[in-house]
């Protein structure tokens, strides 16, 4: 019960602290798999239910009886439709010996401060109703026909195109255990609201090459579970000592710092695929683990131009079967720094240095204030002892050519 505790009073800290909108993130795989990530937006009625619906779901989940080791998965949408309204929706994955899968939507007017239904984007419901009660008996043929004659749309998402309504299988009775959605195109609907079309950026950019020869020592920093609001205090270091990294994103938070991941190649970092909402991928099918892979490589390339070509997978899991589902080269690590455990700066330098050798590879995460404190004093001790930092792929090539020799 502690654990919970702490766990909410960080979260209400947290959202009334920062000024600017972030992510927030938490990542655990002590007695179980947790990984939720939510949108922080300092619009205080939003973010209290956001993370009043974040709260209530993890308490739930960790009261559940569970034959195997139960996962929790939380992951966002979020889309600003115009200068006043923004939708949120937090979709909820639990594996235990079956598959649960929720999800809930906030839409929020900021003009009026009022949450909105249906009702207030929608002017022809009437015909609205026709066209998804179709659809979904079309879909969804063992759906529940009392259900569907009072359904109610209370959860939906709306993106440049679609007005996409959700319904949750055990509200519709369906035998489906995936979320069951109905996608409506927006020039089908007589809209009440505007929506604002966001143009893609044409950014391409690229890694800047280091000045290293076959015979230096070398070690790369990774940095999994970002970005975070920390992600910048770790390349204002790693450009105070000429340093680099390699960050291992998760695809759901990419939008949310685009400009922290454009620094990060500009600045001569490289950024990896961590998946798109952090689950455990030997759990998942090809179709499913494929799905993870390609939206986060879609995500980073429309902020950046950037296509990764590294993954590294989430928990440290996996199998020869995943990596045959992508051409993506599989990346760990050999120096764990054990900073999500530790939480001690003395602690996280005494896991690394004494393990650090030439072409080391270093696990760390960068959505951590513990990491970031550990990271001056790790960069500092090593350029002390000669090595010289690189990209995992710059450590790759020169491991190559050491080998071709």
Not at 205 to 218: C, E, G, R, T, Y
Not at 226 to 245: F, R, V
Not at 351 to 360: A, D, E, M, Q
Request: with cysteine; glycine share 4%; proline share 2%.
């Amino acid at each position: 019960m502690k654990k919970i505790t702490f766990f909410i009073i960080v979260i209400c800290l947290l959202c009334g602290c920062e000024k600017e909108n972030k992510v927030e993130s938490y990542i655990s795989m002590n007695e179980e798999l947790v990984s939720i990530n939510y949108p922080v937006t300092n619009i205080n009625v939003l973010d209290d239910a956001v993370s009043s619906y974040v709260n209530q779901t993890y308490y739930n989940f960790k009261n559940m009886d569970s034959p195997v080791i139960p996962e929790l998965n939380i992951s966002y949408t979020y889309k600003e439709v115009n200068e006043d309204i923004i939708n949120v929706s937090l979709m909820t994955e639990i594996v235990t010996d079956k598959t649960i899968n929720k999800i809930k939507t906030f839409t929020y007017n900021k003009s009026n401060n009022k949450f909105l239904t249906m009702e207030d984007l929608v002017d022809d419901l009437a015909g609205l109703d026709y066209e998804i009660k179709k659809e979904l008996l079309e879909k969804y043929q063992d759906a529940d026909m009392d259900y569907l004659s009072n359904v109610s749309y209370d959860y939906f998402t709306i993106d440049d195109e679609n007005l996409t309504l959700y319904f949750n299988p055990a509200e519709i009775k369906s035998k489906h255990d995936e979320l069951i959605y109905i996608d409506v195109p927006l020039d089908s609907l007589k809209m009440l609201v505007d929506i604002d079309i966001n143009e893609g950026k044409d950014t391409y950019l690229s890694i800047k090459k280091k000045n290293v020869s076959i015979d230096d020592k070398v070690v790369a920093l990774t940095f999994d579970d970002g970005p975070s609001k920390y992600t910048d205090q770790i390349l204002d270091i790693l450009k105070k000592y000429n340093a680099c990294g390699t960050f291992f994103l998760i695809g759901n938070k990419v939008e949310f710092y685009s400009d922290t991941l454009r620094r990060m190649l500009e600045e001569g970092s490289e950024i990896g695929n961590h998946s798109y909402d952090h689950k455990l991928l030997t759990r998942l099918s090809k179709e499913a683990f494929q799905e993870e892979i390609n939206k986060t490589q879609m995500a980073i390339k429309k902020v950046t131009g950037f296509t990764p070509t590294l993954f590294r997978p989430t928990y440290g899991g996996y199998n020869n079967t995943l990596k045959s589902y992508t051409d993506l080269k599989f990346v760990l690590w050999d120096v764990d720094s054990r900073d999500w455990q530790v939480k001690s700066k003395e602690k996280i330098l005494k896991n690394v240095l004494p393990n650090v050798k030439s072409g080391s590879i270093v696990l760390m995460h960068d959505n951590h204030e513990y990491s970031v404190n550990a990271l001056e004093d790790m960069i500092e001790s090593l350029k002390k002892q000669g090595y010289k930092f690189v990209t995992v792929t710059e450590l790759l090539e020169l491991k190559n050519l050491r080998e071709s020799e």
